[in-house]
T-cell receptor
Framework: DAMVIQNPRYQVTQFGKPVTLSCSQT?????MYWYQQKSSQAPKLLFH???????NEADTPDNFQSRRPNTSFCFLDIRSPGLGDAAMYLC????????????FGSGTRLTVV | KQEVTQIPAALSVPEGENLVLNCSFT??????LQWFRQDPGKGLTSLLL?????REQTSGRLNASLDKSSGRSTLYIAASQPGDSATYLC??????????????FGKGTKLSVKP
């Protein structure tokens, strides 16, 4: 089945130690998104790629970066994780952005110790 | 700026009951509205996508309606089951003018169906 796959499901990292979360898709969608969801809160968009065009939300901290080396893969890099970065990170894809529905992966739960 | 509100925040019902979850949005110039389900510690599963030209969509025991003029959507769940227990989120696009707009989510309604 076509899907969005996130690895790992659970990630524990040390305070200040760089960490990378990965997302892959078999849907061949143009747009890939990274959302952050903290406990009992709504998902919040960090950034997205439309093809190779990177779009950063204005309030996304500089500590967060992303790479999309090809259509299928997108990575979220957190350069120096703080305790406040502990959250569920959700990857999503869409064929043409908000004209279409979004498909989400299972998420990566990040713990910072 | 699009804002999405969901009421109630939590709902507990006995098995077999029909129920309605509510979603309201401030910017009615939307392409579509999407309902998701989230199980604890998991990602989001898309339930229904309603395009702006549609008034409702159905999938099994789920029916979602959309009233753009009033800025409201409802998710109707028929004959609820314990397996329906989850958090239900609705989401609407943030901008009408651009396809690269953001999906704005409500905080969700946490549903508990008691056997």
């Amino acid at each position: 089945d076509a899907m969005v796959i996130q690895n790992p499901r659970y990630q524990v990292t040390q305070f200040g130690k760089p960490v990378t979360l990965s997302c892959s898709q078999t849907l061949n969608h143009n747009v890939m998104y990274w959302y952050q969801q903290k406990s009992s809160q709504a998902p919040k968009l960090l950034f997205h790629y439309y093809d190779k065009d990177f779009n950063n939300e204005a309030d996304t901290p500089d500590n967060f970066q992303s790479r999309r080396p090809n259509t299928s893969f997108c990575f979220l890099d957190i350069r120096s994780p703080g305790l406040g970065d502990a959250a569920m990170y959700l990857c999503a894809t869409s064929a043409q952005g908000v004209f279409d529905g979004y498909t989400f992966g299972s998420g990566t739960r990040l713990t910072v110790v | 700026k699009q804002e999405v509100t969901q009421i109630p925040a939590a709902l507990s019902v006995p098995e077999g009951e029909n129920l309605v979850l509510n979603c309201s949005f401030t910017d009615s110039a939307i392409y579509n509205l999407q309902w998701f389900r989230q199980d604890p510690g998991k990602g989001l599963t898309s339930l229904l996508l309603i395009q702006s030209s549609q008034r409702e969509q159905t999938s099994g025991r789920l029916n979602a309606s959309l009233d753009k003029s009033s800025g409201r959507s409802t998710l109707y769940i028929a004959a609820s089951q314990p397996g329906d227990s989850a958090t239900y989120l609705c989401a609407a696009p943030s901008d009408y003018g651009g396809s690269q707009g953001n999906l704005i989510f409500g905080k969700g309604t946490k549903l508990s169906v008691k056997p």
